[in-house]
Nanobody
Framework: QVQLVESGGGLVQAGGSLRLSCSASGGTFSRTAMGWFRQVPGKEREFVSALTWDGRGTYYSDSVKGRFTISRDNAKNTLYLQMNSLKPEDTAVYYC??????????????????WGQGTQVTVSS
């Protein structure tokens, strides 16, 4: 059973930065594609970013491209999301997730098998 635990969320002013971490256990992290999603109340969980198991393929939503950077440290079984130039509209609960699907499906929520509990990010204006 794969377990994912996010950390690093918090309150930050617009224009600031945060780095989210996702610690994985119970699976073969180094061979698993990973993703970040976010959700605000009343809306569907939306794709933010994804990374192939080898780190060679990165994917971003248009809303975060150029501001967020996804990375992984397979030796530490940890996924990261560096978030810069944060905007109030980035406020959400951020979730990490893992998938065995191919890169064609990494932006699609339904193809992720395991999810963390989420971490709140709040950006004040």
């Amino acid at each position: 059973q794969v377990q994912l635990v996010e950390s690093g969320g918090g309150l930050v002013q617009a224009g600031g930065s945060l780095r989210l971490s996702c610690s994985a256990s119970g699976g073969t992290f180094s061979r698993t594609a990973m993703g970040w999603f976010r959700q605000v109340p009343g809306k569907e969980r939306e794709f933010v970013s994804a990374l192939t198991w080898d780190g060679r393929g990165t994917y971003y939503s248009d809303s975060v491209k150029g501001r967020f950077t996804i990375s992984r440290d397979n030796a530490k079984n940890t996924l990261y999301l560096q978030m810069n130039s944060l905007k109030p509209e980035d406020t959400a609960v951020y979730y990490c997730a893992s998938t065995s699907a191919g890169r064609s499906y990494l932006e699609r929520r339904g193809f992720y098998e395991y999810w963390g509990q989420g971490t709140q990010v709040t950006v004040s204006s």
